[in-house]
């Protein structure tokens, strides 16, 4: 079975600190890779997807990932993160074949001025 | 931008009831699905829809649960009989595309007393 993790539960950066936050999934065929945003009292929004192709993906506002087919990984990063970049982080994995969207228990993070 | 809208954002009911959720796709997609997310955990899949027909259900959709696109707009979740544990925010989404165009709606908190 599909599972993903994300290790960090909850990170508080500043303003302009650099951000990575890990995802690990388990499956061993092929996957489409996602990132998702929650904002406080908003619905999960779309930051980045892989397919295939350039294993670093660039998404909105800023983000990027980089799929790391070895390792399983699929971190998100951020070079230097806003106070409005404060909100819930879901990775998520589909099987392809599948519809199904597997997701990460979510990475809440704060980021005070 | 498009949404998929969600009603009610707050659903209070009495175990044993049955409760109706509603969702209203984007307007051209083809596929639909619920999610739901007790609080604390992680997102988790239930149902996928497609043609007038469920393509894939997880096991947490059992027959309590049942989805219907009554008159081409509208997507709803029913329980008929709900329980404690049934509490959660439901998300709906849409796709046009299965799982490479997913939009996630603003969820339905339910809360099972």
């Known amino acids: 079975a599909q599972s993903v993790s994300q290790h960090n539960h909850h990170v508080i950066l500043s303003e302009a600190a650099s951000l990575e936050l890990g995802c690990n999934y388990s499956y061993g065929g092929t996957v489409n890779l996602f990132w998702y945003v929650q904002y406080p009292g908003q619905h999960l929004q779309l930051l980045l997807k892989y397919f295939s192709g350039d294993p670093l993906v660039k998404g909105i506002k800023g983000f990027e990932a980089e799929f790391i087919k070895s390792k399983f990984s699929f971190n998100l990063r951020k070079p230097s993160v806003q106070w409005s970049d404060t909100a819930e982080y879901f990775c998520?994995?589909?099987?392809?074949?599948?519809?199904?969207?597997?997701f990460g228990t979510g990475t809440r993070l704060q980021v005070f001025p | 931008e498009p949404e998929v809208t969600q009603t009610p954002s707050h659903q209070v009911t009495q175990m044993g009831q049955e409760v109706i959720l509603r969702c209203v796709p984007i307007?051209?997609?083809?596929?639909f699905y619920w999610y739901r997310q007790i609080l604390g955990q992680k997102v988790e899949f239930l149902v996928s829809f497609y043609n007038n027909e469920i393509s894939e259900k997880s096991e947490i959709f059992d027959d309590q649960f049942s989805v219907e696109r009554p008159d081409g707009s509208n997507f709803t979740l029913k329980i008929r009989s709900t329980k404690l544990e049934d509490s959660a925010m439901y998300f709906c989404?849409?796709?046009?595309?299965?799982?490479?165009?997913?939009?996630f709606g603003s969820g339905t908190r339910l809360t099972v007393v």
């Open positions: 307007s051209n997609h083809l596929y």
């Open positions: 998520a994995v589909n099987a392809q074949g599948t519809d199904k969207l597997i």
């Open positions: 989404a849409s796709s046009g595309v299965t799982v490479y165009g997913y939009t």
